[in-house]
């Protein structure tokens, strides 16, 4: 599966953006599908996961309430709608697909996207 991130951007604290993720390869359906974020000096963070069948989503506690994951087998595509963007939301986004139902680690994603850089001024 390959992977292309898109739809990062400059937005202003309580603004809104959405990023896509477009993905090759007829076996994209069968994986569930994560977004992480990298800010500078930090770790990659975990921000949320849908499961293949979009049935199922979990969320980083930090942006609970805030971004919505979605997907469209379809398409091969997968989205997060980021509402009330706050300046610590200011990362580089990455997707990424994994055969671990649910995870939230790094280490079990198996293909990754490039990376799309969100910034949120104050």
Known sequence: VQLQASGGGLVQAGGSLRLSCAASGRTF?????GWFRQAPGKEREFVAVISWSGGTTYYGDSVKGRFTISR???K???SMQMNSLKPEDTAV????????????????????????LVTVSS
């Open 72 to 74: 469209d087998n379809a």
């Open 29 to 33: 359906r069968r994986y569930d599908m």
């Open 76 to 78: 091969n595509a997968v």
């Open 93 to 116: 986004y990455y997707c990424a697909a994994t055969f671990t139902s649910g995870s939230y680690s790094v280490d079990q994603y198996d293909y990754w996207g490039q990376g799309t």
